[in-house]
């Protein structure tokens, strides 16, 4: 059973596509971009090449998109099925984007630093009293920033195992157990500040899902709102609109031969996972929403008008080779400076690539989930972003 994110390992397969060398679409009529940039007429049908090369590799279906400089137009190509034995794959398929959210949930923290209702050193206990006396010592001097960077030492609660310690937590629990996604938060992060570190917590990356469902319940103490209200009227106001579910199916399979369609976890587990879990990622687009969503940081980086916060602007500018910050970790490919996202969950995988400057923005989502899947998808977003 694997869970919102692909972890350390798909960091580490991150940072080995950013090494390696990359294919793209176009819409409609002509506009002004496409004159300036005459290469763009055929971005729809390379970025459909790129879809069916692929798919070669045993996807059930994929999605490829990008925007450029002006952001007149998305360009999308696609490939595959909805599920096995299912119809063609459309452009206006929603997705399941798993922790590429993470950005979402860090974005819309640095939203309510802006407004003053956080800060960036905020510690959980500062929100959360019932910490009082029962953190570790360790855990002292942890922040929002630390949680949003992944420097907060925290389990990476992917794990079945780490599922099955949650279990035996919540099995010894004297009182009936919380009924709502906030009150599950609050509870598993008080599991987790009553556990041993996995790492020195403010000091080096060490991805965890954990260190989100903190964050997230910190967000609801200092709004007094549900995170999923919260980030539902944040996301509205950028004009993004987050989806329920999708008729698309999610497929699973440590190879393509052995791929069978996602089984949802027992309805005690999907609360705590689908749930309280979500600010480390659950959120489901299609890919014009998943576009405005990038072209929201083009704009911003491209020093446009736009509506994210300036610190999360900022940090992303600013973020070195090899760093990583709000959900994103930063590259340098043949001179191209890049921020990189990737997610996973409930069987669906995705990938996005959106150059420092934010004149370049490539991304790819398949209803298909496994480590294999992450390569493929880096590969072809490496061709894309490289030509």
Not at 130 to 146: F, I, N
Not at 147 to 175: I, M, S, W
Not at 301 to 325: F, K, S, T
Not at 348 to 354: R, Y
Request: glycine share 12%; hydrophobic share 40%.
């Amino acid at each position: 059973m694997r869970f919102i994110a692909p972890g350390r390992r798909a960091l580490l397969l991150l940072s080995l596509t950013l090494s390696l060398p990359m294919l793209g679409g176009c819409g409609g009529g002509e506009d002004f971009e496409e004159i300036r940039h005459p290469e763009l007429r055929q971005e729809s049908k390379r970025l459909g090449e790129t879809a069916r090369a692929s798919l070669a590799s045993g996807l059930v279906g994929v999605l490829y998109g990008s925007q450029h400089e002006a952001l007149q137009k998305l360009y999308l190509g696609t490939a595959g099925l909805d599920r096995q034995g299912g119809a063609a794959l459309q452009e206006g398929a929603v997705f399941q984007i798993g922790s590429l959210a993470k950005s979402m949930t860090a974005a819309l923290a640095a939203e309510q630093v802006r407004q003053g209702k956080l800060r960036w050193d905020s510690r959980p206990a500062d929100w959360l009293p019932e910490l009082a006396g029962r953190q570790r010592p360790a855990y002292a001097t942890l922040t929002l920033a630390h949680l949003l960077d992944h420097r907060g030492g925290l389990p990476a609660l992917q794990d079945p195992a780490e599922l099955g310690h949650l279990a035996a937590f919540l099995a010894a629990q004297p009182e009936a157990l919380p009924d709502t996604d906030r009150g599950r938060r609050r509870l598993m992060s008080r599991w987790l500040l009553e556990t041993e570190p996995a790492s020195p917590p403010g000091q080096q990356v060490s991805y965890s899902n954990a260190g989100y469902v903190i964050a997230g319940a910190m967000l609801e103490a200092a709004t007094g709102q549900d995170f999923e209200v919260l980030l539902r009227n944040w996301a509205q106001g950028l004009g993004l609109e987050l989806r329920q579910a999708s008729a698309v199916h999610g497929h699973q399979g440590a190879s393509p031969a052995a791929l069978a369609p996602y089984q949802p976890l027992p309805p005690p587990w999907q609360a705590w996972v689908d749930g309280a879990m979500k600010p480390a990622g659950n959120v489901w687009l299609d890919a014009a929403g998943y576009g405005r969503w990038l072209a929201e940081h083009q704009r911003a980086l491209q020093g446009d008008r736009h509506g994210l916060a300036p610190d999360y602007v900022q940090r992303l500018r600013e973020l070195p080779e090899g760093g990583y910050a709000l959900g994103w970790s930063a590259g340098l490919v043949q001179g191209r400076r890049a921020l990189v996202h990737t997610g996973a969950y409930a069987g669906f995988m995705g990938m996005a690539w959106l150059q420092q400057d934010g004149k370049k923005s490539f991304f790819a989502l398949s209803n298909t989930e496994g480590g294999w899947v992450l390569e493929a998808l880096g590969q072809g977003l490496m061709q894309l972003a490289l030509r």
